[in-house]
């Protein structure tokens, strides 16, 4: 009798959706659940067909599509054929989820394959000794180059460069230059500019592509060549490199050493991830949830928000003292206690609102102290407009809803008061965090919401207080 399981047969390569991704922009779910049978069966042959020739960023995407044991079978199923390119597509669990898993050898065999940028991002994560394994067993010139890319720190453009770059000395001619670029074997897959170095390696210059090619033989590279457009230290913050790039429209720029020596290179498409990342990390800190990842478990989900949330706690308890203080007023008028929440609500809005245009701002460098007196100018005016039209639509409908004009024009007050404050508040505190020092992305929403509560409540009560007092 015929085993149906075993005669079944898979789609080929041609049956298969030549888009793996459907009109909402996720996997599809036939394809994944085509990979998940091939994954179970051990078909290693249709995953090779099917998934190994995937561009690296499709290739993580399903892995973070498919579950975490599935992760580990495919690569192992894979074994040569895994791209490791594609862990620099998914976020630092998974890829060390994946990697963890991974012999040394065979990391060590694919880290030989990637260019080096995509090399330093796998081995910086690594723990030192199993960095250092992999180090070891690639070839020495490749092994200098790596490893002087991770002596530099963290998040700076040496952390980022290539280390593949074309470089030539300036008495080259045109001719010459070209041969090299046909004959040499171990150049760049893709580059836009070749640099002009001397024997010491020091930057002198560069050239064009285009220019290349509309320059005649004999022509020296000398006399083509010229300056470097804002070459980049290899220390420089990878977020500051990135503000260069879209400054000056640059799609690539040399990095250099303290010496002035050509270390490596830029390119376009790293700072456009260097540039989604420190947005995405803005987004973040201001939810006040940190480096936090959707693939990461729930305990430390929870262990990256709780701190933030403590501290937005002790804050609320500030508030509420605040609230205590004239907890005889709310006693006899029970309408200050139904319309708390909206002063305090709209002043919270407001100023973050401001907030994240500042934080914003001040990450792009778009605000310094050549123009911040003019911005809290305008956000203070932005403040006043606002606070008063909503303080005449809020005191209108609270005027009514409780049948008394006082009721009415104490919000109001209080709603103008605490709109000012949410401007300037929203606009200041940011300003004052990133003056000492710390990053206001992080730190700003905290002091903002404390600041146009505690304003906010004893605006609108002290008002109610003293009006009630001496009416």
């Not at 005669?7 to 036939?30: H, K, N, Q, V, W």
């Not at 041969?179 to 171990?186: F, G, H, N, Q, V």
């Amino acid at each position: 009798m015929t085993n149906i399981d075993e005669d079944r047969l898979r789609p080929t390569t041609e049956e298969l959706p030549d888009d793996i991704y459907s009109e909402e922009g996720a996997i599809r779910a036939d394809f994944l659940a085509m990979v998940g049978a091939a994954i179970a069966d051990r078909d290693v042959l249709f995953l090779r067909q099917n998934v190994a020739k995937l561009h690296e960023s499709e290739l993580g995407d399903l892995l973070e599509a498919i579950q975490p044991d599935q992760r580990l079978a495919l690569v192992k199923l894979l074994g040569a054929d895994f791209d490791l390119t594609a862990l620099t597509e998914v976020d630092e669990t998974i890829r060390m989820e994946i990697v963890d898993q991974m012999p040394n050898e065979q990391i060590a065999a694919a880290i030989g394959d990637l260019d080096s940028d995509d090399a330093v991002y796998i081995l910086e994560d690594l723990d030192k000794e199993d960095r250092e394994e992999i180090l070891a067993q690639l070839p020495f010139t490749e092994r200098v180059r790596l490893s002087r890319a991770l002596d530099y720190p963290e998040s700076s453009a040496g952390r980022r460069m290539q280390t593949e770059f074309v470089a030539v000395p300036p008495f080259w001619t045109i001719g010459q230059t070209i041969d090299y670029m046909r004959e040499e074997e171990d150049l760049p897959e893709s580059f836009t500019q070749i640099f002009v170095i001397d024997p010491t390696f020091k930057l002198l210059g560069v050239i064009d592509l285009d220019r290349i090619l509309r320059t005649k033989r004999q022509v020296k590279i000398e006399t083509i060549m010229r300056e470097t457009n804002y070459p980049i230290h290899a220390d420089m913050d990878q977020e500051e490199a990135a503000q260069l790039f879209e400054q000056y429209d640059l799609l690539s720029a040399a990095v250099v050493d303290d010496n002035g020596r050509l270390v490596g290179v830029l390119t376009i498409d790293d700072i456009v991830d260097v540039m989604q990342e420190e947005a995405e990390e803005d987004i973040m800190r201001l939810g006040g949830v940190g480096d936090e990842e959707l693939s990461d478990s729930i305990a430390d989900t929870s262990r990256s928000r709780v701190p933030w949330l403590l501290v937005n706690l002790v804050t609320a308890f500030m508030a509420a003292s605040v609230i205590g203080l004239f907890d005889a007023t709310i006693e006899q008028i029970v309408a200050l206690a139904v319309l708390m929440p909206i002063v305090a609500g709209m002043g919270g809005n407001a100023g973050s609102q401001t907030m994240t245009v500042t934080v914003r701002a001040l990450a792009t460098r778009d605000l310094d102290i050549h123009n911040s007196w003019r911005i809290i100018r305008r956000e203070a005016g932005v403040g006043l407009l606002n606070g008063v039209l909503f303080g005449i639509l809020i005191g209108a409908v609270a005027g009514l809803w409780f049948q008394d004009p006082n009721i009415g024009g104490i919000i109001a007050a209080a709603m103008l008061i605490n709109m000012m404050a949410a401007a300037l508040g929203g606009i200041m505190v940011p300003l004052l965090l990133d003056k000492f020092g710390a990053d206001p992305a992080v730190a700003s929403a905290v002091f903002v919401t404390t600041i146009t509560d505690i304003i906010g409540f004893f605006s609108f009560l002290g008002l109610a207080t003293w009006w009630f007092a001496i009416s």
